[in-house]
C-alpha cells in the first residue's frame, strides 16, 4: 500500500522549461510535505517544504501548490536548468507517528541543454 | 565537516553472512534514522531512534537489528544476508522543528551488494 503516490517516474525537459511533479497522499493524518533532491551518489537533501494551512510556498525557481482537499501537491521548477537533474521525491510527515517520513517513488528530471 | 558519515561506502558479501553499516552524526541531533533505497529508488524508512530509544520500527525481517550506543551513533547490523537485502542503505538525522522547517539529515548511503 503506497501512501504517497508521485508522477511521473520520469521527465525530460529543455533548459529554460518548466518541470511539474505531482504527488497524491492518503492519511489525513500527515502534516507536513518536504521535497527532497537527490544527485547519483549521493543521500537525499531537502529541497523545499509546505505545510497544509498554506496552498503555495516559493523558494527561488522553485514552487509547491497544495490542495488540502484534494489531497495533493506538486512541485514546479520554473527556468529549468542542467544542474537540476536529479531525482525529486515528495515525502508527507506524521508527527505523532515519530515525525516518520513516507516517500514518494520519485521522478528522475533530465534537463536538456 | 558537519554531517552525517556512513561506513563503508560499498559492502560487497557473500549470501548466508552477517554484516554491520556504521553511521555518526556530529549535527547534535537527537533523532536518527536508517532507510533501505532499492533498486528502483524506492526509499523506505526501517527504523528510528530518539536519544537511544527505538521509536519507529517498520516492517522488516528481524535479521536486522539496529543498535545505538549513543545519539551520535546508530549502527544497523544485519544476519544471514539474502540476495533481496541488496540496495542502498542511507542513514539520516534530525532535531525536532527549527523556524517551522523539519529536516533529515541523509548520509551518503552503503550501497551493499549480496552475491
Known amino acids: 500500500q503506497q501512501q504517497v503516490k508521485q508522477s511521473p517516474q520520469s521527465l525530460i525537459v529543455q533548459k529554460g522549461g518548466i518541470s511539474i511533479i505531482n504527488c497524491a497522499y492518503e492519511n489525513t493524518a500527515f502534516d507536513y510535505f518536504p521535497w527532497y533532491q537527490q544527485f547519483p551518489g549521493k543521500g537525499p537533501a531537502l529541497l523545499i517544504a509546505i505545510r497544509p494551512d498554506v496552498s503555495e510556498k516559493k523558494e527561488g525557481r522553485f514552487t509547491i501548490s497544495f490542495n488540502k482537499s484534494a489531497k495533493q501537491f506538486s512541485l514546479h521548477i520554473m527556468d529549468s536548468q542542467p544542474g537540476d537533474s536529479a531525482t525529486y521525491f515528495c515525502?508527507?510527515?506524521?508527527?505523532?507517528?515519530?515525525?516518520?517520513?513516507?516517500f514518494g517513488g520519485g521522478t528522475r528530471v533530465l534537463v536538456k541543454p | 565537516d558537519t554531517a552525517v558519515s556512513q561506513t563503508p561506502k560499498y559492502l560487497v558479501t557473500q549470501m548466508g553472512n552477517d554484516k554491520s553499516i556504521k553511521c555518526e552524526q556530529n549535527l547534535g541531533h537527537d533523532t536518527m534514522y536508517w532507510y533501505k533505497q532499492d533498486s528502483k529508488k524506492f526509499l523506505k524508512i526501517m527504523f528510528s531512534y530518539n536519544n537511544k530509544e527505538l521509536i519507529i520500527n517498520e516492517t522488516v525481517p528481524n535479521r536486522f537489528s539496529p543498535k545505538s550506543p549513543d545519539k551520535a551513533h546508530l549502527n544497523l547490523h544485519i544476519n544471514s544476508l539474502e540476495l533481496g537485502d541488496s540496495a542502498v542503505y542511507f542513514c539520516?538525522?534530525?532535531?525536532?522543528?527549527?523556524?517551522?522547517?523539519?529536516?533529515?539529515?541523509f548520509g551518503p548511503g552503503t550501497r551493499l551488494t549480496v552475491l
Open positions: 539520516a538525522s534530525s532535531q525536532g522543528e527549527r523556524g517551522q522547517i523539519f529536516e533529515q539529515f
Open positions: 515525502a508527507a510527515r506524521h508527527k505523532a507517528a515519530g515525525n516518520k517520513l513516507t
